[in-house]
């Protein structure tokens, strides 16, 4: 399987539509969204073109391929504009007996894991900062983000063949 995982998009469509550009050379199978989609919350700037309204068919071109769960950003109104579902707070992916478990991060973390299997992967988004180690034998994984990054670049991530890499977004 290949996925594309990106967290906190924000509502830019600026670099929603870069983020569009890595599905369409990737061509994954899944795409993993973790949260925070469309609206850029009361703690952060507005992040370049902010556009909630262009990012929704962007989206929504892939509605087949998400699985997306709920950001602290994310809100009832958001479900009835998406194709897809967005409201939950996790998912759980397997693949080649890979227990990868998908949230936003804002109530599970890495300093607050659920109880998952030794060698699972616990995906979460919400801090905009890039994370890739293993705690208590569990591989924390964040993508960064990819509107309004706190490491200095936007980003995601392709996982392909049990393998995690990250992917700069150029401006």
Known sequence: MKFVIASDLHGSAF???????????????????????????PRNDLPRDYAPKQ??????????KILAIRGNCEAEVD???LPFPCMADYAV??????????????????????????????????THVKMDEVRNGIRCINPGSVSIPKDGSHSCMIYEDGEFRVRILEA
Not at 15 to 41: A, F, S
Not at 55 to 64: F, G, K, T
């Open 93 to 126: 992916v397997n693949d080649q007996g890979l227990t990868i478990y998908m949230t936003h991060g804002h109530h599970a973390s890495p300093d607050h894991l659920p109880a998952l299997p030794e060698g699972s992967v616990f995906l979460s988004g919400h």
């Open 15 to 41: 670099w929603c539509g870069k983020l569009m550009e890595v599905i369409e050379n990737e061509q994954p199978d899944r795409i993993l969204l973790l949260g925070d989609l469309l609206y850029h919350g």
């Open 79 to 81: 479900q009835m504009v």
């Open 55 to 64: 990012v929704i068919p962007m989206l929504s071109r892939y509605a087949d």
